[in-house]
């Protein structure tokens, strides 16, 4: 009997982990950073790579942090600390959102491969079509995107 309290205990303390991670990770039903089903940012890719090596490159799960209710990975321990420092700066605008759909006023998961640096960001498009229609008018749907983003944010936790 002693055992099976013992696994009780540990189910209940997972389960608490559980909610409690994806209550940090939403504002009202909408996530702040897109999550693929595992709750990894960008589908588990290294951010600060895009801007390094100027690819997107895998994360490993040994280099990982939760910001933003979000598990960002990273392809090593120096990605990892500038991150930390500053993530922010590495994060990808609109949450990881798609650009162009975030331009629209809708929200679409971002595609790492489907990606674009623009005056020290990064935006996430949801495929090559999305971001070859966005980057025909990015400097007009960056501004759309931000103020659909920013009235989102505000919607979403009420002021």
């Given at each position: 009997?002693?055992?099976f309290g013992r696994y009780i205990l540990i189910f209940a303390a997972v389960a608490?982990?559980?909610v409690a991670f994806a209550a940090c990770s939403k504002?009202?039903?909408v996530a702040r950073v897109s999550t693929d089903a595992d709750g990894r940012a960008i589908r588990g890719f290294d951010t600060v790579a895009f801007f390094t090596e100027q690819?997107?490159?895998p994360g490993d799960g040994r280099y990982a942090v939760v910001w933003n209710g979000a598990k960002w990975l990273f392809a090593n321990?120096?990605?990892l600390e500038k991150f930390k420092r500053s993530p922010e700066s590495f994060a990808p605008q609109f949450g990881g959102y798609c650009s162009n759909a975030m331009s629209r006023g809708s929200m679409a998961d971002g595609d790492p491969q489907a990606?674009?640096?623009v005056d020290g960001k990064l935006y996430l498009?949801?495929?090559q079509k999305a971001k070859a229609e966005w980057e025909a008018d990015q400097d007009n749907l960056i501004k759309r995107g931000e103020t659909n983003w920013t009235e989102?944010?505000?919607a979403e936790t009420g002021n």
């Open positions: 009997m002693r055992t608490a982990s559980a504002t009202h039903g690819s997107p490159i321990a120096d990605n990606w674009k640096i498009s949801s495929n989102l944010q505000s």
